[in-house]
């Protein structure tokens, strides 16, 4: 789990953006995530005390930004801004 607020995302996004990982939205706000390997990853986005934070059940450490998260809260990010909040 990390915060779009507090965790460096830059090397996330650039890990993103090489790997292109396949994201499946389940239901607003949680996505499926196919990653370089063909395994799958459930992240989970939603704000918490102000701050948009991101949950991946992959083995990345909390508080550091994984691709998986970075790929799913972009698609988050693009459906949110359509729905208007
Ligand atoms: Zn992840």
């Known amino acids: 789990m990390f915060s779009l607020e507090t965790a460096n995302i830059e090397r996330a996004i650039n890990n993103a953006k090489a790997l292109h990982p396949k994201v499946k939205m389940i239901e607003f706000g949680t996505y499926e995530v196919t990653g370089s390997t063909g395994n799958t990853y459930i992240v989970r986005c939603y704000r918490a005390a102000g701050e948009k934070i991101v949950e991946c059940n992959c083995a990345t450490r909390a508080g550091v930004a ?20």
């Open 66 to 85: 994984c691709k998986h998260g970075l790929a799913a809260v972009s698609l988050h990010i693009a459906l949110a801004a359509r729905r208007g909040h």
